[in-house]
Structure formats: C-alpha cells, structure tokens
C-alpha cells in the first residue's frame, strides 16, 4: 500500500512538473520570421509573459522596449526596421512592450509608431546584444 502511494505522489508530481513546464511554454509568443529571415518575437503584456521572454534574450541579439513617458508599457506599436541600404528587414505591429529580433551585424534604422506619432532610433548590431528604448512623451 506504502509503495502504491509512493509510486502514485511521484506521478502526480511528476505530471505538476510538466503542466507548469507547457503553462511556461504557453506563455511564450512564437517565433516569426519575416521574408529576408529574421527571426523575432514579440510580446510581453503582463508578468509571465515578461518572464518567459527574458528568459529568450540570450537567443536575440536586439531587444526594443516600448514605453510611455511614465514607463507604462505599450503594445500595438508599429516597427519597421531597415538597413544601412535603406532596405526593410523587419516590419510588424507588436504584440506587447518587447520586440526581440537577431539581425545580422550593421548598422540599422528603427522607426517605431505609436498613436500616430513616430520615433526613430539608429542602432549598431555586433557582437554584443542592443537594447533600444522607444518612450514616448504623455499628453503630447
């Protein structure tokens, strides 16, 4: 009977381990690609998601934050990313405050949009990752 309950405690634990591990991964956004192949993801709304996407980072090597001018966090911001030859490598509406993406090495242009209004940010990708933050002013 011992053994029975010991056998059935290790399986429901085991079955706890792995509901958590697919909540974690439910939690992340899929990874896109656009059509010259740069993989990102984009998302961030709310804590797990955060986490979940921190836990990317080591795999991009250029992370975008997305704010307002209280730090509030923003989604639904228009991204379109081009390269030193003017040409788009990345454009999308993202799904939350954070836009992960590996580009390759060069230098970029980042035009972000939110409510009509745009900001632009000039980023070097090498071998270090970049984080650019885009945050924009309240009331204006």
Do not use: C
Not at 72 to 79: G, I, N, R, S
Not at 94 to 102: D, R
Request: aromatic share 10%.
């Amino acid at each position: 009977m011992k053994r029975w309950m010991a056998v059935t405690s290790v399986i429901a634990i085991g079955l706890f381990f792995l509901a958590a591990s697919a909540a974690s991964a439910a939690d992340l956004p899929a990874k896109q690609k656009t059509a010259q192949g740069i993989e990102f993801l984009s998302g961030g709304v709310g804590k797990d998601e955060r986490e979940a996407l921190q836990a990317q980072f080591k795999g991009f090597n250029t992370r975008l934050v997305f704010a307002d001018g209280t730090g509030k966090y923003l989604a639904a911001v228009a991204v379109r990313i081009t390269d030193a030859k003017g040409k788009a490598v990345l454009e999308t509406t993202t799904q939350g405050p954070w836009l992960l993406a590996n580009l390759p090495a060069g230098g970029y242009e980042v035009k972000a949009a939110y409510q009509g209004r745009e900001l632009t940010r000039r980023i070097q990708v090498g071998s270090e990752p970049v984080t650019a933050l885009f945050q924009w002013k309240v009331g204006r």
